[in-house]
Nanobody
């Protein structure tokens, strides 16, 4: 499975951006799709995830500002970001985990990163 991310760019503080990530094929199994980010000199961190049945999880730093959603028919996950801050500047990566009956057989895939820059 290949993941294609898009939507990054430059925005001013307080602005909004929408990131989208599409999988190359439909995933019929239970899965988790999500977004992670990595700022310069920092480790990659979770931003938000969403399961096949729309259970969501957010990093505390983005709660109330970011919204994750998915369209299973279109194999797409979207991250709507608002009230952006300079500290949100990072390369954002989408991730897909196809869940197996046993976690050791889970398969994970990463998309290429998309840069989000928030100017102060």
């Amino acid at each position: 499975v290949q993941l294609q991310a898009s939507g990054g760019g430059l925005v001013q503080t307080g602005g909004s951006l929408r990131l989208s990530c599409t999988a190359s094929r439909r995933v019929s199994s239970r899965s988790i799709m999500g977004w992670y980010r990595q700022a310069p000199g920092e480790q990659r961190e979770l931003v938000a995830t969403i399961t096949t049945d729309d259970n969501t999880n957010y990093a505390d730093s983005v709660k109330g500002r970011f919204t994750i959603s998915r369209d299973n028919a279109e194999n797409t996950v979207v991250l709507q970001m608002s009230s952006l801050r300079p500290e949100d500047t990072a390369v954002y990566y989408c991730k897909l985990v196809i869940l197996a009956l046993s976690p050791k057989y889970d398969r994970e895939y990463w998309g290429q990163g998309t840069l989000v820059t928030v100017s102060s």
